[in-house]
């Protein structure tokens, strides 16, 4: 069996980063017969990690080939610049790798449509997420990933899991990696996922090393790395990687998070995004700052929590019918569809279990256009 010597500290040649990751990733993947799964954000550090993965499984025997499956998590209220990023990515990587032979599976993963932030927000009217009630974490990140994943554990047994995650984003980051115990293949457990072992290929890499690898080598499925540059260049914040626990902090006012994030009190990758000529997207930073403003209105929740006890509940039915209407006006005014039918119907049955009799979100849906009673017939 193949063993991986720990990363030297001592001050290193150049190149020596990348030769090191790849020995890494080659001795690991020959190593058994676990398949791989690649977390991918459509980041800088996510993608380069997916790029050195699928390099080298160019260049692995055929008969030494196993599965690996790239994973992208879209909570549904992506910014759609990145959603459609990140879709057209993934459509590229897997029509290339069946065109390669190589058993490689990308996917994008969603929550169900009641682990939605639609159906929480307006259908079962919970406040906007907050830096101390992140439920839309689990909900909509943590769930839909850990299903998959667990999936396929089920289906082979154990897994490798491959992250983006570097040192040197962060010296809370930095501590937590150094603080984990690694086997002589620079392997640790996941502390939330059973049979999963994680794999950190990039963790002694450098921003710049990160960027200068990425600004000269295009990806091997095609296309290049410019959008996301660029991308990078126009906003400010972080990326927001593939979330597999509460422990990873909240991304909100990342270039790749979620454009309804109020864990954050003012959106500047967003308020960036404005500026820097997408104007189209300043009526969804119009209605995020109004979640967030309405959240703290005490008259417009119920006096009683969900459980029974005094305080400050869910929304009214009044402002879940108003927030609706908001989100469809601001659909209309960027030009794209913000919330399913499907989402806008099972909106509709909550509302009908809790408090309405009059089909309002059908009512307030018709006023824009949107149909998503038909649903109901296609489905008799």
């Known amino acids: 069996m193949n ?38 954000s459509g980041g800088k550090d996510s993608t380069l990690v997916l790029q050195l993965v699928y390099e080298m499984l160019l260049t692995i025997e055929p008969e030494e080939l196993k599965p690996v499956y790239v994973i992208a998590s879209d909570t549904r209220v992506e910014a759609p610049t990145i959603e459609a990023y990140v879709e057209e990515r993934i459509k590229m990587l897997q029509q290339h790798a069946q065109q390669s032979g190589l058993p490689l599976y990308a996917m994008l993963v969603k929550p169900e449509t009641e682990q939605g932030f639609w159906f929480n927000l307006i259908g079962k009217g919970y406040p906007p997420p907050t830096r101390w009630f992140r439920w839309c974490t689990s909900r909509m990140k943590i769930k839909p990933v850990k299903a998959v994943i667990d999936r396929i554990v089920e289906r082979h047994g154990s897994v490798i899991l491959l992250l983006g995650t570097r040192r040197d984003e962060s010296s809370s980051r930095g501590q937590r990696m150094n603080a984990r115990e690694l086997s ?8 939330e996922i059973p ?14 090393q990160v960027w200068e690898y990425l600004f000269t080598n295009d990806p091997p499925w095609g296309g290049n790395h410019e959008w996301m540059l660029n ?27 979620c454009w309804t994030c109020t864990v954050v009190k003012i959106d500047r990758s967003m308020e960036s995004f404005v500026e820097h000529g997408e104007a189209w997207m ?39 019918k108003e927030m609706l209407s908001e989100l ?10 913000l919330i399913s039918d499907e989402e806008l119907l099972t909106i509709q049955m909550e509302w009908s279990k809790e408090f309405d009799v009059l089909d309002s979100a059908f009512h307030i849906a018709q006023e824009f256009d949107r149909e998503p009673w038909k649903l109901l017939k296609q489905s008799r």
Request: with cysteine.
């Open 3 to 40: 063993t991986i010597s720990p990363i030297s500290e001592a001050t290193e040649l150049p190149d020596q980063h990348l030769s090191r990751s790849r020995s890494l990733l080659k001795n690991n993947f020959l190593a058994d017969s676990r398949p791989w799964v690649v977390a991918y």
């Open 282 to 320: 300043k009526p969804l930073n119009t209605y995020r700052n109004w979640l967030k403003t309405i959240r703290e209105e005490e008259q417009r929740r119920s006096p009683l929590r969900r459980d029974g006890r005094e305080g400050l509940g869910p929304f009214i039915a009044s402002t879940r």
């Open 328 to 337: 469809l006006k601001t659909e209309l005014q960027v030009g794209r569809t």
């Open 195 to 208: 049979n999963a072992l994680v794999l950190s290929p990039i963790a002694d890499w450098s921003s710049d």
């Open 184 to 191: 002589s293949r620079q392997l640790n457990p996941h502390h």
């Open 231 to 257: 991308l990078y260049r126009q906003a400010n914040g972080g990326e927001c990687p593939v979330v597999m626990d509460l422990n990873t902090p909240s991304c909100g006012g990342s270039r790749f998070g």
